[in-house]
């Protein structure tokens, strides 16, 4: 049994088969997810898990270069956006309109979809490297 880190398998598995600049996305419980691009939910019922526990807890386990939000997330959900940016310690952070973050998710390995029921509640992160 994993004593360590993410516990699901399936985020397990596709954050260590990542590399540099591949992107995974953590989606609130209303982002479209297309067809094409792998499925992890993890949505229980509305707030559960919610996106900052799954953000915090991928953090803590991969390697993060950059990340896309949508900037309707500054002015429309500003609670989850300051706690993001606090998570996010300083790793740098794109803003693009919610249609194009959307469309970005077409290059995702994988959606998490969580159960966060609040607007504009999803991000794009980019793999980095663990050496210099």
């Given amino acids: 049994m994993k004593k360590n880190g993410i ?9 260590a ?3 540099h ?7 609130d419980c209303g982002l479209p997810i297309p067809d094409s691009v ?4 993890l949505a ?4 559960l898990p919610s996106y900052l526990d799954t953000l915090e807890a991928v953090l803590a386990d ?5 990340a896309i939000i949508a900037s309707e997330m500054a002015e429309q959900n500003a609670p989850v956006y300051d706690r ?3 998570l996010l310690n300083g ?6 309109t919610h249609e194009k973050l959307k469309e970005l998710t077409l290059r995702a390995k994988a959606v998490i979809r969580t159960g966060e029921a609040t607007p504009y509640a999803n991000i794009i992160l980019q793999s980095g490297v663990i050496f210099k």
């Fill in 7 to 15: 516990l699901n398998s399936d985020i397990a598995a596709v954050i």
């Fill in 17 to 19: 088969r990542m590399g």
């Fill in 21 to 27: 600049t591949d992107i995974i996305v953590i989606g």
């Fill in 38 to 41: 792998k499925r992890i939910d």
């Fill in 44 to 47: 229980v019922k509305q707030g």
């Fill in 62 to 66: 991969m390697e993060v270069e950059t």
């Fill in 84 to 86: 993001t940016r606090q």
């Fill in 91 to 96: 790793i740098p952070v794109n803003a693009v």
